[in-house]
């Protein structure tokens, strides 16, 4: 694969490791390094019958990499209950014992700094940190916060914040880019995931990551941080790309689009967003910085009234799954990849079970077809428009009865109540797409109610969602002698559309479907 060459920041990339003895966190270290950590945090308040003089004294003298040691207090989001004062004395131990780094938290640190650095020869540097719980202050209060913080003396800034909106998030990247100083702030939970994937870009001084078979809660891990994301190689340029959804911790994205823009030496990074709110998201996140984004699950319908513009294919479909922001004005135009990904992913199934010795398949072979489609949001909705463009015969099914007869009026077909899919008996040699969320992980037992015995009268099931692969509806279709599509397959299509539309650039197919089929 293609690479931009030399690392582009000095972002430092950090583990966290919490064992519970002194003995596992060496061992911990030691993979830490190994998994391509440049730091490590050391949380000393997870040490059981923890021993200041004895346990620092090992873990300092058997480091492979530079240590920052932690004793965090209960009250600041630590698991230490004990003696304040024994508490401090165990961080002043730190640092006489030579740590690299020594983190103490805002309301002690002033008097404590001073009092280390005015002791010759100590090469510590020392991190102030603060533990916002609701990020409700404005750019101009974080900024007096983070001058507050480093008049302790501290070396190095840190800010931890829990936000309840992604948008909040841009109050920490504004920190991160106008500090004068060395500063770490993030946020963690699906939430604030980008606020930990995008802190090379705006600055930080230090991104998290876990190690393998330590996962922490709302962080990445190493091996994400390191290859999928590849934070060494962002830098203030990097073009951010995202999936807006809610929830996004099934996609794929990540690990298709990534590899691809390293692979064409296109500086861009794409992350999960976690959005409540369009509006206030795309008010916020505006700038060029920002100039492209997939669109999933539950917002491809809503989220046309937020282009200023859109394709006329996605505007017929009602639905949108890639926005793309013009260069020259910044407005907002909507795409829809979903339509042609799905029809021909089942066309070319189609083709290629019926295409033997030197027949020709002239037309489309959905033509004329009943195409049973089960959920009418934004993937039905490309789907039916699909089929609608291939001539076949639609029948729709929605729990919401209403938005399936609205489908059904735009590609004259004709809806059914949700109730009648255990009973509606298809001819010989339909097909049959699921367009709703039912059997996506973790919920992979879930199925649409197609009766079993019926599933061999279709010719063809599809199921648009593609984690797992293989869903058990498609299971359940493959043993009753159906051919079947995985969602992978439009996934895979709709994101080789989506690129294009990201780049201007044509998409290295082949080398994506290799990508994709090894993550499966």
Known sequence: MGSTGMLNNSTTICAPLMAQSVEQMVKDMHQAKAEGAQVVEIRLEHIKN??????????LKNKVLPVI??????????????????????????TEMGADYVDFELKVASDLIWEQKMKDGSATKFIVSCHINAMTSSDEELNNLAASIRATGADIIKMAANVTDITEIARIFHLLSHCKVPIIAYSAGER??????LCPKFGGFLAYGSIEGNS?????????????YKLGYLNSETKVFGLVSKPVGHSKGPLLHNPIFRHENFNGVYVPMFVDNLKEFFN????????GFSVGFPYKEAVVEFCDEVHPLAESIGAVNTIVRRPCDGKLIGYNTDCEAAITAIEDALKEKRCTGNEVALGSPISGKL????????AGRALAFGAKSRGAQIVIFDIDFGRAKSLACAVSGEARPYEEVVNFQPEKGSILANATPLGMHPNTDQRIPVAEATLGDYELVFDAVYTPKKTR????????????VSGVEMFLRQAIGQFNLFTGREAPKELMREIIMAEF
């Open 50 to 59: 923890f021993q200041p003089h004895q346990d620092i004294q090992i873990i």
């Open 69 to 94: 040691i932690v004793y965090r207090p209960k009250s600041e989001g630590g698991r230490y209950e004990g003696d304040e004062q024994s508490r401090l004395e165990a961080l002043h131990l730190a």
């Open 192 to 197: 604030g995931l980008i606020s930990q994937l």
């Open 216 to 228: 922490i809660p709302g962080m990445p891990s190493l091996y994400s941080v390191i290859h999928t």
């Open 284 to 291: 916020i996140y505006s700038s060029h910085d920002f100039p």
């Open 371 to 378: 195409f049973a489609l089960v959920g009418a949001g934004g």
């Open 473 to 484: 509806l498609l299971k359940d279709a493959e043993a009753a002698g159906a051919i079947i």
